[in-house]
């Protein structure tokens, strides 16, 4: 059903599985000697965020932030917004913040300067997919990069359109006319 929507498929299941494979071996080496805060951004990468620390073999703690910066819009509006903020007291802690995907890095941008606002002990960021060609923000580079990505309009994996497609089990770049 979801798949008539989709134009191509561009991150199949087993890529996927590698990146955060990958991706799972260097954080467990980063933060083997450092008790880490993982902060997945709501909602787009909750799915990420379950795989991913299942491959760090880390001591570390969970929380989620809920921002949003596209709503149901197609294009960012630019503007930050809080709509859940994390339970946990950041000072002095290290933190790993997991995105599904940066694109202009507006929402990492906040996100980032915020946490160290916060006095965290150090703050990275993690994310499955880079967009830079649509890059804003030039300072926002990501420590951890599952995959580069061209500049179409991706779905599944936790990556929505109009908060639809995102239990899809890989990454495909969706049909025009379904968002014309
Ligand atoms: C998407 C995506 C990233 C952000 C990236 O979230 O999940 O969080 O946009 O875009 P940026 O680099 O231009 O800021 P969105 O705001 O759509 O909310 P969602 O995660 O709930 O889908
Ligand atoms: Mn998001
Ligand atoms: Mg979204």
């Avoid at 951004?41 to 570390?60: C, E, Q, T």
């Avoid at 916060?118 to 804003?136: F, G, I, N, Y």
């Amino acid at each position: 059903m979801l798949e008539q929507d989709i134009k191509e498929v561009l991150v199949t299941r087993e890529e996927i599985q590698e990146a955060v494979n990958r991706l799972g071996e260097q954080l467990t080496k980063e933060y083997k000697d450092k008790e880490v805060v993982v902060v997945g951004i709501l909602r787009g990468a909750s799915i990420f965020m379950a795989d991913i620390v299942r491959a760090m073999d880390v001591y570390l703690e969970i929380d989620f932030m809920d921002v949003s910066s596209y709503g149901d819009a197609f294009e960012s509006s630019g503007e930050v917004k809080i709509i859940k903020d994390l339970d946990t007291h950041l000072e002095g802690r290290h933190v790993l913040v997991v995105e599904d995907i940066i694109d202009t890095g507006r929402t990492l941008k906040y996100l980032v300067d915020l946490f160290k606002y916060r006095k965290a002990a150090s703050v990275q960021v993690c994310t499955l997919l880079d967009k830079p060609a649509r890059r804003v923000v030039k300072d926002i580079i990501p420590d951890y990069v599952g995959l580069e990505v061209p500049d179409e309009f991706v779905v599944g994996y936790g990556l929505d359109f109009e908060q639809k497609y995102r239990n899809l089990p890989y990454i495909g770049v969706l049909k025009p006319e379904i968002y014309q």
